[in-house]
Structure formats: structure tokens, C-alpha cells
């Protein structure tokens, strides 16, 4: 019935290229020949979407399921190989509504899986289900207007409905597994790192023993950002003094987890080097305020500009009153659009009134900026002259 409906549906398509005019085909061929290659492509499985029913997983045993979705993935691939992006969104949606059992499914393939491409796309299905599920259909790419929501939206409501936080245990299990190879358990890592769930810290830190696992376990430590993982990333900052890389994953990291010791260790090493942009951006994440007082000493006296923007940004992330007071000086002294983003980065009420007051400024840019500052803190939409 499935090959039918895709036959029918490619039969359509030819009928709309050849005939011409009626959905606009044609002049959609002329004016934008690889937009019409995306949509055209896209049709049989849209067709097939809205009719055939997904295959239910509920009766199947974990093998079928697997083949099942791996069907699914390897069609996915091939649609992203071919530059099919609109094919590639269908057959996730298809994915999608097969419903709660996908996540275990997903997370078996990349646990099991031989062939690395299968792995890689479950990796990409269930990332796309995290950041689905933790952002407003609205904000879907927002980037591209109506028809990121056109495309999007479903998918985006259907992954809300899936529950993934549940195979949490399972995921860490993965990550903790020495049995399976370092992709398998740095894919499992990295979407614990996206959900930010709080039960895989002690077993990540424990993992700060496992050499093989070090560098993925500090990164995925600091992107769930709990104080517990302070001290031990500290101790093993040390051993990276001369991996210029590896040290700067464990300063981004503490920023990250924030807290007294870490804060303290990264003013240490923001006084023994105090134009270090990795320092500087770990105090902002970590909205260190004792770092504040230092960073208007040196702003006042900067003359490179690139240092210069990450000070007011960092001022703009720590965000308390005495930073937005800076950057208020440093925009009446000097101007500039990075202060006035910067404010709206505090989402400190404060800023609101001189804000406001740049709505009415001569520049339009100011204009545009203060607007979106503004809409940052307060979330509301602020007209100004255009």
C-alpha cells in the first residue's frame, strides 16, 4: 500500500512538472530552480505522511523496532545526502509520531549500532527531540520567519509529546559503559550534556578518572552547570596547564558549573592575565560580580577593541548593578551598539529607564538595539521610529 502511494505521489509530481501552471510548478522551476528541487522532492513522502499511518512499535520486539528506525535513518541520510531537506524534515516527522518508544530505540541503535552513519542520525534525532522539546514553537527558526514554522512546527509539537528524560539512566549507563567504543558513549554523553539532567553528575565525575573519558566528561559537566563538579575539574585543570586546549575546555567549564571555588580560581587567573578572552567570557557565564570592579578598571584604559567588546559583554553577562551602571557611563562617554546589547544581555531592570530613553535617540541603529535590549528583559515588543 506504502510503494502505491509513494508511486502515486511521484506520478504527481510529474503531472504538476509537465502540465505546468497549476500549483505554479513551473514558474516556481524558473525563478528558484533548487527550492523547487527541495519542495518537489519532499512531496511523495508529505503524501505518504498524511495518509499511511506510522508503523506502530508497541507489538514489535526491540530488533524489529531497531530495524524499523533504521529504515528510517538510513532514508534520512540519503535525503540529507542528496540536499533533500524538506524530504529529510518528512520522514523525522515520521519518526516522531511512532511516539515514546523511539527514544529507547534511538539510544540502542547508537549503543549497538555498526555502521556509524545509523548511529549518527539517531545521535541527530534524538538532539532534535531536546531541543524541540525545550524551546516555544515560536522561536523555531525564527531566523527564517513563517517558513521555519510552516516547516517545523510539527515536528516541534510532536517531539514536546515524547518522553525522553525517562531513559536518562539508561543514556548514562551508555556513557559509563567501558565495554562500548568512545563514539557510542560520546554521543550518549553529549545528549546528557543537552538535557542538563542532574542525575549524571556524580556518575561524570567519576568518569574524570577514566582517561579515555576525561575531556568529553569536563565538557558534558560543564553544560549541565551543577556546583558539584567544581573541585574535581579544578584538580584535573592542573594536569592540563600545557594542553592549551584542554585547559581552556576546563576554564569554559567552571564558568559554566560557577560557584565559590571555581569563581575564585578563574579571578586568580583573570589578575595573572587580565586580556584573556577565555577567562573573561567563564567569569560572564559565571556572573562572578567580584569581578566587576576589575573590569571597569581596565575598560577605562583599553585601547583594542576586540578586548574591549568582550569586557562590556562580560559586563553585560554578570549583569548586576554596578556592571549596568559601568555600562551605562560607557555608552553616555562613548556610544557604541555592543553597550546598548550588552544591557539587554543584564536582564537587570535597571537598565530599563535609559533604555527607554535611547528609543528616542537620533541613531537609528540605537533605535533598533535599545528595542531589542529592552524586549530582553521586560519580553515585550517596544515600537520605536524606523
Same mark, same amino acid.
Request: aromatic share 4%.
Given at each position: 500500500?506504502?510503494?502505491?502511494?509513494? &508511486?502515486?505521489?511521484?506520478?504527481?509530481?510529474?503531472?504538476?512538472?509537465?502540465?505546468?501552471?497549476?500549483?505554479?510548478?513551473?514558474?516556481?522551476?524558473?525563478? =528558484?530552480?533548487?527550492?523547487?528541487?527541495?519542495?518537489?522532492?519532499?512531496?511523495?513522502?508529505?503524501?505518504?505522511?498524511?495518509?499511511?499511518?506510522?508503523?506502530?512499535?508497541?507489538?514489535?520486539?526491540?530488533?524489529?523496532?531497531?530495524?524499523?528506525?533504521?529504515?528510517?535513518?538510513?532514508?534520512?541520510?540519503?535525503?540529507?545526502?542528496?540536499?533533500?531537506?524538506?524530504?529529510?524534515?518528512?520522514?523525522?516527522?515520521? &519518526?516522531?509520531?511512532?511516539? =515514546?518508544?523511539?527514544?529507547?530505540?534511538?539510544?540502542?541503535?547508537?549503543?549497538?549500532?555498526?555502521?556509524?552513519?545509523?548511529?549518527?542520525?539517531?545521535?541527530?534525532?534524538?538532539?532534535? &527531540?531536546?531541543?524541540?522539546?525545550?524551546?516555544?514553537?515560536?522561536?523555531?527558526?525564527r531566523m527564517d520567519g513563517d517558513w521555519g514554522k510552516k516547516v517545523y512546527g510539527e515536528s516541534v509539537r510532536l517531539a514536546k509529546k515524547i518522553d525522553i528524560e525517562s531513559m536518562v539512566p539508561r543514556l548514562i549507563e551508555v556513557a559509563c559503559s567501558?565495554?562500548?567504543?568512545?563514539?557510542?558513549?560520546?554521543?550518549?554523553?553529549?545528549?546528557?550534556?543537552?538535557?542538563?539532567?542532574?542525575?549524571?553528575?556524580?556518575?561524570?565525575?567519576?568518569?574524570?578518572e577514566d582517561k579515555e573519558m576525561i575531556i568529553p566528561s569536563i565538557s558534558v559537566l560543564g553544560d549541565i552547570g551543577d556546583k558539584r563538579a567544581g573541585k574535581m575539574i579544578i584538580r584535573r585543570m592542573e594536569s592540563y596547564r600545557f594542553d592549551k586546549?584542554?585547559?581552556?575546555?576546563?576554564?569554559?567549564?567552571?564558568?559554566? *558549573?560557577?560557584?565559590?571555588?571555581?569563581?575564585? *580560581?578563574?579571578?586568580?587567573?583573570?589578575?595573572?592575565?587580565?586580556?584573556?578572552?577565555? *577567562?573573561?567570557?567563564?567569569?560572564?557565564?559565571?556572573?562572578?560580580?567580584?569581578?566587576?570592579?576589575?573590569? &571597569?578598571?581596565?575598560?577605562?584604559?583599553?585601547?583594542?577593541?576586540?578586548?574591549?567588546?568582550?569586557?562590556?559583554?562580560?559586563?553585560?553577562?554578570?549583569?548586576?548593578?554596578?556592571?549596568?551602571?559601568?555600562?551605562?557611563?560607557?555608552?553616555?562617554?562613548?556610544?557604541?551598539?555592543?553597550?546598548?546589547?550588552?544591557?539587554?544581555?543584564?536582564?537587570?531592570?535597571?537598565?530599563?529607564?535609559?533604555?527607554?530613553?535611547?528609543?528616542?535617540?537620533?541613531?537609528?541603529?540605537?533605535?533598533?538595539?535599545?528595542?531589542?535590549?529592552?524586549?530582553?528583559?521586560?519580553?515585550?515588543?517596544?515600537?520605536?521610529?524606523?
Amino acid at each position: 500500500m506504502q510503494k502505491k502511494i509513494l &508511486i502515486i505521489g511521484v506520478c504527481l509530481v510529474l503531472v504538476l512538472v509537465i502540465g505546468g501552471g497549476v500549483f505554479g510548478i513551473n514558474a516556481m522551476i524558473k525563478k =528558484d530552480p533548487g527550492a523547487a528541487y527541495i519542495k518537489i522532492t519532499a512531496i511523495p513522502t508529505k503524501i505518504a505522511n498524511a495518509i499511511i499511518p506510522p508503523p506502530k512499535l508497541e507489538n514489535k520486539e526491540p530488533e524489529e523496532r531497531k530495524k524499523i528506525i533504521i529504515k528510517y535513518l538510513k532514508e534520512m541520510e540519503e535525503a540529507e545526502e542528496w540536499w533533500q531537506l524538506l524530504k529529510m524534515i518528512e520522514i523525522e516527522k515520521r &519518526i516522531l509520531k511512532m511516539g =515514546d518508544l523511539i527514544v529507547p530505540t534511538l539510544i540502542e541503535i547508537i549503543r549497538d549500532s555498526k555502521q556509524y552513519s545509523d548511529s549518527r542520525m539517531a545521535d541527530s534525532v534524538l538532539n532534535d &527531540i531536546i531541543e524541540w522539546k525545550n524551546t516555544p514553537v515560536d522561536e523555531i527558526c525564527r531566523m527564517d520567519g513563517d517558513w521555519g514554522k510552516k516547516v517545523y512546527g510539527e515536528s516541534v509539537r510532536l517531539a514536546k509529546k515524547i518522553d525522553i528524560e525517562s531513559m536518562v539512566p539508561r543514556l548514562i549507563e551508555v556513557a559509563c559503559s567501558k565495554n562500548k567504543d568512545i563514539v557510542s558513549r560520546g554521543n550518549a554523553m553529549d545528549i546528557l550534556g543537552r538535557l542538563k539532567d542532574k542525575r549524571a553528575v556524580e556518575p561524570l565525575i567519576k568518569l574524570l578518572e577514566d582517561k579515555e573519558m576525561i575531556i568529553p566528561s569536563i565538557s558534558v559537566l560543564g553544560d549541565i552547570g551543577d556546583k558539584r563538579a567544581g573541585k574535581m575539574i579544578i584538580r584535573r585543570m592542573e594536569s592540563y596547564r600545557f594542553d592549551k586546549d584542554t585547559y581552556e575546555l576546563c576554564i569554559k567549564a567552571l564558568g559554566q *558549573v560557577g560557584g565559590k571555588e571555581p569563581i575564585a *580560581v578563574l579571578m586568580n587567573l583573570f589578575k595573572e592575565n587580565p586580556r584573556d578572552k577565555v *577567562v573573561m567570557e567563564a567569569l560572564g557565564t559565571a556572573k562572578a560580580e567580584e569581578a566587576v570592579p576589575m573590569l &571597569i578598571e581596565l575598560l577605562e584604559r583599553e585601547r583594542d577593541r576586540s578586548i574591549e567588546a568582550i569586557m562590556i559583554t562580560t559586563l553585560g553577562c554578570i549583569g548586576s548593578d554596578e556592571a549596568v551602571d559601568a555600562l551605562i557611563n560607557s555608552q553616555k562617554e562613548e556610544g557604541g551598539g555592543i553597550i546598548i546589547i550588552a544591557l539587554g544581555k543584564t536582564k537587570n531592570k535597571k537598565a530599563i529607564p535609559f533604555l527607554e530613553d535611547l528609543l528616542k535617540s537620533n541613531d537609528e541603529y540605537d533605535r533598533k538595539w535599545a528595542a531589542e535590549s529592552l524586549k530582553k528583559i521586560t519580553g515585550k515588543e517596544y515600537k520605536y521610529k524606523r
